[in-house]
T-cell receptor, first 114, second 116 residues
Framework: AQSVSQHNHHVILSEAASLELGCNYS??????LFWYVQYPGQHLQLLLK??????LVKGIKGFEAEFIKSKFSFNLRKPSVQWSDTAEYFC????????????FGGGTRVLVKP | NAGVTQTPKFRILKIGQSMTLQCTQD?????MYWYRQDPGMGLKLIYY???????DKGEVPNGYNVSRSTTEDFPLRLELAAPSQTSVYFC???????????????FGAGSRLTVL
């Protein structure tokens, strides 16, 4: 079965620090890749997505992610975080072989200290 | 434009009780989904529907049932609530296009269910 792994369950960092969250997926042929964010008390929102083309995609709020096909990875980055980036971040992959249903990673809780 | 609306937001059930979580979307999306979110486990797909009258099981369907009589509504039913069903439930919808195959989900606000 297809699977998505996020490397860290919890990340704590200070404002202005750089953030990188790892995401790897199992081999599954054609994929579409997503990062969703869930701010405290809110529902999940799309942060960014990759369908095709330039493997470096930019999303909202200064986030970007890089698709490395050879490593089955889609890591999320932000050069300088803010307190408002405190949230839980979910990597998700839709595998064409699985009818394009989304498979989510376990999530990474990010706490940014002011 | 309300998007995806879920009710109730919170509910406490006793073991063995039944209930229905309601989900409505006003975006005319064909695809609808129910996920449960448990700490450290991400979101697990319970059931999904590709259109009115069509439903299918996801990863964790046991103990749940769904129906899709209209494009807008996709209720999730728990027949005999168990403590293992304590979770946060999210309904989502998407307008999967055949060309792109890209599946961008719009989520509801979630329903927190506790079974005691």
């Amino acid at each position: 079965a297809q699977s998505v792994s996020q490397h860290n369950h919890h990340v704590i960092l200070s404002e202005a620090a750089s953030l990188e969250l790892g995401c790897n997926y199992s081999y599954g042929g054609t994929v579409n890749l997503f990062w969703y964010v869930q701010y405290p008390g809110q529902h999940l929102q799309l942060l960014l997505k990759y369908f095709s083309g330039d493997p470096l995609v930019k999303g909202i709020k200064g986030f970007e992610a890089e698709f490395i096909k050879s490593k089955f990875s889609f890591n999320l980055r932000k050069p300088s975080v803010q307190w408002s980036d405190t949230a839980e971040y979910f990597c998700a992959v839709s595998f064409k072989a699985a009818g394009n249903k989304l498979t989510f990673g376990g999530g990474t809780r990010v706490l940014v200290k002011p | 434009n309300a998007g995806v609306t879920q009710t109730p937001k919170f509910r406490i059930l006793k073991i063995g009780q039944s209930m229905t979580l309601q989900c409505t979307q006003d975006m005319n999306h064909n695809y609808m989904y129910w996920y449960r979110q448990d700490p450290g486990m991400g979101l697990k797909l319970i059931y999904y529907s590709v259109g009115a009258g069509i439903t299918d099981k996801g990863e964790v369907p046991n103990g749940y049932n769904v129906s899709r009589s209209t494009t807008e509504d996709f209720p999730l039913r728990l027949e005999l609530a168990a403590p293992s069903q304590t979770s946060v439930y999210f309904c989502a919808s998407s307008d999967l296009t055949i060309n792109s195959g890209a599946n961008v989900l719009t989520f509801g606000a979630g329903s927190r269910l506790t079974v005691l």
